[in-house]
């Protein structure tokens, strides 16, 4: 559910950039005839891709460049250099010509499986020599035509899940019957496939990235990438609050606020960011983890941040089952209302909350988020993302609150918001769903 990555989309510039890196490496030996490499992007993709930065992803995963490892600050680099040459550096130095209309964005064409769709073709002179078609199905997660998940992570083992579950229901009634909290299902499920040791590394290294894009988003000032000409304002937040101190009745919503702007402020500007789950919602879960770690300093230890994660990940899982963290697919519902779930689900368990009790604050964080529309002003990751992501983190902190003044008893299950999130992503308009087409993104003035 975690993927360190780039800005300022999870699908529509991490996704693409796998994707791209993937194709590239499929060609194989054949690279050294390639004379040329059309890219067509679809749908979701092609409508908001310019703002998305999904042809700098393109480029940049054809030059073999990955999200997780590529530097942000070379970004600009790596991709004015390509199209001052007109040629991509591809494996083993090859290189590949390359113009602006070998990346096409078909924008009234939808390919039939997702809107998030991509096809590369491989050419050497006039004949074919691979062609490829992608889907970046959210939080950079691909598939490949066959449906084929795409993964760049090796798995150490191959065993099957301890404790496999694909509900709500499943999940809790593991945990009853073995006697096991939600991160210690996850984290037996992870011993499947890499040593425990490497599971406590890899959420170390997830904690570290986000507390990171927490500090990078509240120094680094100015205006944001895009016509919209917004001003980071996480910098200027915490100066008053640091004025102001910590005694005001406001005082924690309000720094929960500013560490949630910080993320999404660097992730507009292409930064360094965790998808969790996805880029646009990035700073839900770092927001409401750094609360815990800041208002209950005294509780907070490694283990505590590792039980947030592992946690929140579970709940991500089944919305990843049995719906989407697409908002091509759901609207934004699927990614900030997702991941003020997971967040609500976290903040509960590392609080003592039951298992019931985690379940129940995943189900008031989303059911309290059902129908949000992603209307992007301009295609950019900017107007309201960057706000909603605040709202979120607030929204999930309440949850949790709600939760634990409870027993874990309610009338509406898990299971059943998820379900509904599904049917009414289905039956959301085309224009509420990432496509800049509907809502503040048509209502309102992107210059």
Known sequence: MFVIGIGPSSSHTVGPMRAAHAFIHA???????????????YGSLALTGKGHCTDRAI???????LPDTIDPASVDTIVNLVRSRSELSVIGGHTIPFAEDH?????REVLPRHSNGLRFTAFRGTRTLLTRTYYSIGGGTIVSDDEAPIDDTPQQNSGRERFPFST???????????GLSIADIVAANESSRHEPHETEMFLDSVRTAMMRS???????EGILPGNLNVKRRAPDLLRKLNMSGTAGPLSALEWVSVYALAVNEENAAGGRVVTAPTNGAAGVIPAVLKYYETFFRNQATRAKAHQF????????????????ISAAEMGCQGEVGVACSMAAAGLTAVLGGSNAQIENAAEIGMEHNLGLTCDPIGGLVQIPCIERNTMGAIKAINAAMLALRGDGNHR???????????QTG??????????SLGGLAVNVADC
């Open 27 to 41: 060609i194989g030996p054949d690279i050294h005839d390639c004379t040329g490499i059309r890219i067509d992007v």
């Open 59 to 65: 480029i940049l995963g054809l030059c073999g460049w």
């Open 103 to 107: 990346l096409v964005f078909r924008t």
């Open 168 to 178: 709500a229901s499943e999940l809790l009634a593991i945990g009853h019957a073995e």
């Open 214 to 220: 927490i500090d990078s988003g509240c120094v680094n």
């Open 309 to 324: 994660l592992l946690t929140a990940s579970a709940i991500g899982m089944l919305y990843k089952k049995n719906a989407s």
């Open 412 to 422: 509406v299950s898990l299971d059943e918001v998820i379900e509904t999130m599904r």
């Open 426 to 435: 289905r039956d959301m308009r085309t224009k509420y769903k990432e496509t």
